[in-house]
Each structure stands twice: as C-alpha cells, then as structure tokens.
C-alpha cells in the first residue's frame, strides 16, 4: 500500500459546525485512539466526520501550509481542533 501524504485536517472552536456529535464531550485529547483500529488502515466514524467538516470549511493543509498558516498568517489559533493524518 503506497503511503499518502501527511493532511493536517482543522475546525475552528468558533464554528458553528462544532454543535455536531463528532463535537459533544470532546476534550482537547479525546482523539487519541482515531488511529488505532484494528486493520491499521481505516479511521474512526468520528474521525472521519470530522475530516468531512474540515474539507466542507475549505481547512485542509499539507503539513507546510499548515506551519505557514499557524506560524505566519495566524489563520489557525491555539483553540482549534486539529487532526494529522495520512488516512483520508
């Protein structure tokens, strides 16, 4: 299986779109296990609900878009969800 390239995936905690389910409870590390299934290969429904909503909101980065958008342009702040993977 060819290895895919790092996504950094991110909702802003201002978005309307955390009243989804993905959303209740969640605590900064609740995500934790999103990547450990059993075959390795296939996300979490959460997980992959989330990365739905962050491609509907157009926050999808490559890790070095990410690292400009964090770093230079401020475009993601310290109280957004974000999630990296290579499992899209």
Do not use: C
């Not at 739905?52 to 230079?72: C, D, H, P, R, T």
């Amino acid at each position: 299986m060819e290895t895919k390239e790092l996504r950094v995936f991110v909702v802003s905690a201002d978005n309307e779109s955390l009243n989804h389910e993905v959303f209740r409870g969640m605590s900064g590390y609740s995500v934790d296990n999103w990547a450990d299934t059993p075959d390795g290969y296939e996300l979490e429904d959460d997980a992959k609900a989330f990365i739905e909503i962050a491609e509907q909101l157009g926050q999808v980065y490559s890790i070095k878009g990410f690292m400009v958008a964090f770093n230079i342009t401020e475009d993601i702040s310290l109280n957004d969800y974000v999630f990296i993977t290579n499992k899209y």
